[in-house]
């Protein structure tokens, strides 16, 4: 009996790390799609950044930020907990020297809600 549960644990992880592999593949693959492209594009599709940083050289830092609030109920029938979790996700484009190109990126924070952002951008390709 212990053995049986313990092999489900260990398929439930697998199944969860391979998810956010998933993830995060896929988000790899979208962001790695803009390198190259001109800034002027990502801001038609995306809109205006949160901030935009000028370094020294003339390069530009363009981030994104996003947040997203769950909620779960969880508890016993007469007594019910409501537990809210919050994921945040940073989305920074770094250009050339020039500002004519998307050189790198760079993301931090939950995989599944930076993934969720770029999917919710308008599509005006």
């Known amino acids: 009996m212990v053995y ?3 092999r489900f644990y260990i398929v439930l992880l ?4 391979s998810a956010c592999v998933h993830y995060s593949d896929r ?12 800034p002027d594009l990502l801001v038609e599709q995306w809109g205006a950044p949160r901030s935009v940083y000028v370094m020294e050289k003339g390069a530009k830092v363009l981030t994104y930020e ?13 007594r019910p907990e409501i537990y809210t979790q919050s994921e945040n996700c940073k989305i920074s484009f ?8 998307i050189e790198r990126f760079s993301y931090s924070g939950s995989v599944a809600a930076c993934y969720d952002m770029i999917r919710s951008a308008p599509d005006k390709k």
């Open 4 to 6: 049986r549960n313990i």
């Open 14 to 17: 697998g199944a969860m790390l």
């Open 27 to 38: 988000l790899d693959s979208s962001l790695q799609g803009w390198v190259g492209k001109h």
């Open 66 to 78: 996003a947040s997203e609030l769950y909620s779960r109920t969880l508890g016993y029938w007469r």
């Open 94 to 101: 770094f250009t050339d020297n020039s500002q004519k190109a």
